[in-house]
């Protein structure tokens, strides 16, 4: 039950953090309200499952509250605990944190150098200590993402910025234009910082994506920490929506002056509505999981109690895989993990050839079919429906 709720628990309290973050800077309820339509896929992972990166969302929202509202030594012993915490639960958020807050910190110099030079510490310390402390890191971390950086990397077809982009919506994209252009024009550090802020984020996935430099693990789980600044910058744009006026020589020539008058209003609502009529039946639509029904369960469970050890590796919809295995106590050809391979092509290229290449199935060492597509074979025996033996003699001449 964790699983089904608690990453419901958690995300709501990120959205009521991102409220209280940006309240003070008018566009608190706009900001959370598109927070809610951050994304979950199995790609990038996200705010729908019980995962590092969803709590890291959370402790990002709180460190910029902290380094934006607090100074003196207990905020930067609160920062520094939060950002050890990170390194203990999931390091790329802890780099997510100092990259965001770097322009802050950086702005802050000339009016503030005391309270940079804290927030500068409160970052800095808990790495120094995670090193000191865990000798081994550099090798396991640190020298492998400086050769990462130098070493262009291929981009998965299935994690792009234009389709992270489609899936979060346009409309949103469009507000956090409106809104980095808003906050540009406002003098205070604060707005500049998420401007700012976001746009180091996005400069760094830009470069990886087209240029294939940079670290895969901040690159799939930076989109994340990109989209929840972009959801806290289109807040202000869609404040500025909602604070649309027309000039008064306009309203008087028009016949409904209350109408001309909450122009803003009714834009912010358009905006909304259609930004929500879109987000909504996507979000509904997006498989997070790929589970089992019945008839596979049931399945599994007659092969785990009827086919004797002999029959020892299967092939099946690597989908399924990880319920085969844990069931039937078999191993099987694939499984898809985090994401399809090659051999998981292979798989799938057999069964839609209705499982007739015995030789893949001999040179594998597969003796149990798995389908519920077609099967022409005669060298497999069907056992029971969608369950089929490769004949234990073609499998012993195959070896």
Known sequence: ??????????????????????????????????????????????????????????????????????????????????????????????????????PFILLSVKGNFKHSFGMSLALVIPFGVAFVAMPGIWDLLVVPAA?????????????????????????????????????????????HGLVLGLLVLLVMLTLYYVLGYGIDMMYYRGLQYAMLMLSIVAGAGLMAVKNLTLLEGLVARFKAPSIT?????????????????????ARQAQPYYRMIDTEDYEAFVWIR??????????????????????????HVYTWIGERPLASDEKAYEFLRGSSRDTEFLRENGISIVYSMQSVNNTDLIEMRKYVYLLEQAQLDNGQ
């Not at 009714?266 to 039946?281: D, H, K, S």
């Open 1 to 102: 039950m964790i699983f089904k709720y608690f990453p419901a628990v958690i995300f709501m309290i990120t959205v009521l953090s991102v409220y209280i973050l940006t309240k003070r800077q008018g566009f608190g309820w706009e900001a959370a309200l598109l927070t809610c339509l951050i994304p979950t896929t199995v790609g990038i992972l996200g705010p729908g499952f019980l995962v590092p990166v969803a709590m890291g969302l959370l402790f990002i929202t709180f460190s910029l509250f902290v380094a934006f509202n607090f100074s003196g030594w207990r905020s930067y012993l609160v920062l520094s605990i939060f950002t050890a915490f990170l390194l203990s639960m999931h390091a790329a958020t802890a780099v997510a944190i100092v990259i965001i807050l770097t």
């Open 147 to 191: 050769r990462s950086l130098v070493v262009p990397h291929t981009i998965p077809y299935y994690i792009q910025i234009p389709r992270v982009i489609e899936t979060y919506g346009y409309f949103p994209v469009l507000l956090c234009l409106i809104g980095t252009w808003l906050l540009s024009m406002r003098r205070g550090i604060r707005d």
């Open 261 to 281: 008058r909450n122009v803003g209003y009714i834009l912010c609502v358009i905006l909304i509505g259609l930004t929500l009529y879109i987000a909504i039946p």
């Open 305 to 330: 109690d009827n086919v004797d050890n002999s029959y020892r590796k299967a092939i099946l919809d690597p989908w399924k895989g990880t319920a085969f295995t844990a069931i039937t106590g078999k």
